[in-house]
């Protein structure tokens, strides 16, 4: 990585290059070629079971890398090194642990990260008075709302310090109104790191809200049905539905 950390000028960050991955007998990715530069999100759409989640998990290094490049910041490593050092892996649930407070929560992350008791903890307090949950440090993730935990458990993903934030499908279990402020806040949170993003959703519009840009991935493994650029567009541009609309009729094609 560069001194900077923010890449090489004109050059992607990420670069994915004929991706194929397969469970046993079962291909469920082939021929996937991606790339995103620093500080973009990249929003992931596609039916389900296409195999969103299986990317996501390849670029967090959870999965083995079978065939394919991924390279960041210029270096790749087919022995997966890479990826196991940059992606910080945002699961589908909030998978918060109910037995630890709020704090012990997020300070996990840092731990697993490496990082000793004591710094996780201070780390975590610090990004969690951040994010304004400062008065929730000492609750339990039971006693939270749904939006506040989607908040917590994004922390947590942040705490790694890994530079390259994967989120799937991070508020699905929200309901609207609240889906509609923690995205907001997510906006918001991107700006201030100005992080690079790779999000996983079901909802075209939180693709076109948040992504820069946006794969649509094939029903059958092969590559991606298209990707898009998409300009920075408010839920309440005119543009913004004929956005939607077009990403809707890439995914029924
Ligand atoms: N550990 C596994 N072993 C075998 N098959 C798996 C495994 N994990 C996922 N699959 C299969 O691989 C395919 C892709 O799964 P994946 O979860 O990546 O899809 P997805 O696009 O994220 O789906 P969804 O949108 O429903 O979350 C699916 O058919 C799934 O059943």
Redesign the pocket.
């Known amino acids: 990585m560069t001194e900077t950390g923010l890449g090489n000028v004109n050059e992607p960050i990420l670069q994915i290059s004929d991706l194929s991955f397969a469970?046993?007998d079962?291909q469920?990715l082939a021929d996937i070629a991606l790339s995103l530069d620093s500080g973009q999100c990249l929003a992931l759409v596609?039916?389900?079971?296409?195999?969103?989640?299986?990317?996501l998990k390849l670029l967090a290094g959870l999965l083995p890398l079978q065939s394919g490049r991924v390279s960041w910041d210029g270096k790749s490593d087919s022995a997966h090194a890479i990826t196991a050092q940059v992606g910080a892996l945002m699961p589908?649930s909030d998978a918060l642990y109910p037995w630890l407070r709020v704090l012990d929560n997020v300070a996990l992350g840092a731990r697993l990260a490496g990082a000793s008791k004591r710094d996780a903890r201070a780390k975590a307090l610090e990004l969690l008075t951040q994010v304004g949950l400062a008065d929730f440090t000492q609750a339990w993730p039971g006693e939270l709302s749904g939006g506040m935990r989607s908040r917590v458990s994004f922390v947590r993903t942040l705490s790694s310090g890994r530079p390259l934030w994967l989120l799937?499908?991070p508020f699905g279990a929200l309901d609207a109104l609240t889906r509609e402020e923690v995205q907001d806040w997510l906006l918001q949170q991107r700006q201030q790191h100005g992080a690079t993003m790779v999000i996983?959703t079901?909802d075209v519009a939180e693709a076109v809200l948040l992504g820069d840009r946006i794969a649509v991935?094939p029903k059958e493994p092969g590559a991606l049905v298209a990707e898009l650029e998409v300009p920075q567009l408010t839920r309440a541009d005119a543009d913004f539905v004929t956005w939607c609309e077009q990403v809707r009729a890439l995914l029924k094609a």
């Open positions: 469970y046993g079962r469920v596609g039916p389900s079971g296409c195999g969103k989640s299986t990317l589908q799937d499908e996983v079901h991935l």
